[in-house]
C-alpha cells in the first residue's frame, strides 16, 4: 500500500507534469515572472470556468479577503458578521482594517453560518456578511442575500475551500460558489482543491467598479505606473504559480469528483454507525451520490463523533501512520487575539459542540481503494473497541 497522506500534492504532479514543466522554463526564459502572459491567461480561464465577469488574481487568500473588504470602503467600526468556527484568516483582516469581527454560530449539519444568527447579529453598525464555506460545501447563500438586500448590506464569500462547488437556488437555478455575493476571495495555497506550489489567491466579482477599484489596491493603488489613485498594497499571483493553475484548471471538476468518489466510499464504510456521523450534503441526492454530487467538492471529509475519544482516535490514527486533522479545535471567539467581552457563551452551542467531536480523515484525488479501505478500518477498529 502506499503511504497515506493527508493531501497527496506529488501524486497530483505526475499527471500534469508534462504541461507544468515546460511552462515553468518559459517563464524562466522570458524572465516573465510577475504580471505575465500566464497570469492573464489564468484569470481569462478562471473567468470562463466560473461564469464570472472579473477574477483578479493576487498572493494569497487572506490578502483577497482583506482586498475586497478594502475595496468595498469598509470604515473602522462597521460591523462585519462572520463565522465563529472556521480558520482565523477571516476574522483576522476584519480586525486589521480595524472593523468590528461580530462571530456567530453555525448550523449542526453542515458546519456553514447560521441564518438564524445572522438575524440575531444584525446592528444598524452592520455593514457586511462574511459566509464562509465551509469544508466545500456552500452556505446558504439565497437566504443570506436575501437577509443582505433587506438590510443594505454587503456579502463577501469566503471561498478558499469550495471552488468548483455549486449552489442550488430554490427555483433550481444553479451558479457557482463565490460568485453570488457582491464580491467573493479564494485560496490556492497547495492543499486547496486547486492549488499552486506555493501561496496563491484572487477575487471574484461581477461588479465592474469594484473590479476596477480591486485592480488598483492589489498594485499600490496604482492604474498608470508611479500614480496612486488609492491606498493600496503589494499583492500580485506571480507567473510560476499562475502556469501551475492554469494547468490544474481543466483537471478541477475531475479532481472534485474524484474527492466525492473518495467521500461516498467512506460513508459506505460509516453507514448507520451509531458514533459516526458522516458529511451532510444540502441537496439528498447527492448522499453518498457521487455521480450527481456538485453541491460539495469535499476540501475535508470530516465525522462527527459521538461517545467517542476524538484524542484517542487521533493518537490511534497516528499510530497507524494514518493522518488525520482537527478542523477546528478551538473557537474563534475562544482565541486570545479575539475575544470580547460582547460573547455570550449561550450564543455558541454548536460551535463549542464541533471543537470537540469533529475529525477529518485523508481526502485528495490520489485517495486508492486499499487506502480508504485500510483508513476506515482502523476507524472502526478503534471505535467498535
Do not use: W
Not at 452556505?139 to 438586500?149: F, R, S
Not at 484524542?311 to 501512520?321: I, P, Q, T, Y
Amino acid at each position: 500500500m502506499r503511504k497515506i497522506q493527508m493531501v497527496d500534492l506529488k501524486g497530483q504532479y505526475s499527471g500534469i507534469k508534462d504541461i507544468v514543466n515546460p511552462d515553468i522554463q518559459e517563464i524562466i526564459d522570458n524572465a516573465s515572472f510577475i504580471n505575465g502572459p500566464k497570469v492573464h491567461e489564468f484569470q481569462k480561464n478562471l473567468e470562463t470556468y466560473l461564469n464570472v465577469k472579473h477574477v483578479i488574481p493576487c498572493a494569497n487568500g487572506t490578502d483577497a479577503l482583506q482586498i475586497a473588504m478594502m475595496g468595498l470602503g469598509l470604515k473602522p467600526g462597521d460591523e462585519v458578521i462572520t463565522a465563529d468556527f472556521t480558520f482565523a484568516a477571516t476574522v483576522e483582516v476584519i480586525a486589521l482594517l480595524q472593523l468590528t469581527p461580530v462571530l456567530v454560530d453555525v448550523n449542526p449539519d453542515d458546519f456553514n453560518i447560521s441564518i438564524e444568527a445572522i438575524k440575531n447579529a444584525i446592528t444598524p453598525k452592520t455593514k457586511a456578511i462574511v459566509p464562509v464555506h465551509l469544508f466545500g460545501q456552500p452556505a446558504n447563500m439565497e437566504a443570506i442575500m436575501a437577509l443582505a438586500e433587506a438590510h443594505n448590506l454587503y456579502v463577501i464569500e469566503d471561498n478558499a475551500q469550495a471552488i468548483g462547488a455549486n449552489f442550488t437556488f430554490s427555483n433550481g437555478q444553479k451558479a457557482k460558489a463565490g460568485t453570488i455575493g457582491h464580491v467573493a476571495s479564494t485560496s490556492f495555497f497547495p492543499s486547496k482543491n486547486l492549488g499552486c506550489y506555493g501561496d496563491g489567491g484572487a477575487i471574484f466579482t461581477n461588479n465592474d467598479e469594484l473590479a476596477h477599484t480591486i485592480r488598483g489596491i492589489v498594485n499600490h493603488g496604482m492604474y498608470e505606473r508611479y500614480h496612486h489613485d488609492v491606498v493600496g498594497v503589494n499583492s500580485r499571483l506571480d507567473s510560476i504559480q499562475a502556469a501551475v493553475l492554469n494547468a490544474k484548471l481543466p483537471h478541477l471538476d475531475s479532481y472534485n469528483k474524484a474527492r466525492q468518489t473518495a467521500a461516498a466510499k467512506y460513508d459506505t464504510a460509516f453507514k448507520n454507525h451509531p458514533n459516526i456521523e458522516t458529511p451532510y450534503r444540502k441537496s439528498a441526492s447527492c448522499a453518498g451520490n457521487c455521480d450527481t454530487c456538485d453541491c460539495h467538492v469535499f476540501h475535508q471529509y470530516t465525522l462527527k463523533l459521538n461517545g467517542v475519544n476524538r484524542d484517542g482516535l487521533v493518537a490511534f490514527l497516528n499510530e497507524n501512520n494514518i493522518p488525520c486533522g482537527v478542523y477546528y479545535p478551538i473557537p474563534l471567539h475562544k482565541q486570545k487575539a479575539y475575544q470580547d467581552a460582547r460573547y455570550n457563551e449561550a450564543d455558541f452551542p454548536v460551535t463549542n459542540d464541533l471543537v470537540q467531536r469533529v475529525i477529518s480523515l485523508p481526502m485528495h484525488t490520489e485517495l486508492d481503494d486499499e487506502q480508504i479501505n485500510f483508513i476506515t478500518s482502523k476507524v472502526l477498529e478503534y471505535i467498535n473497541g
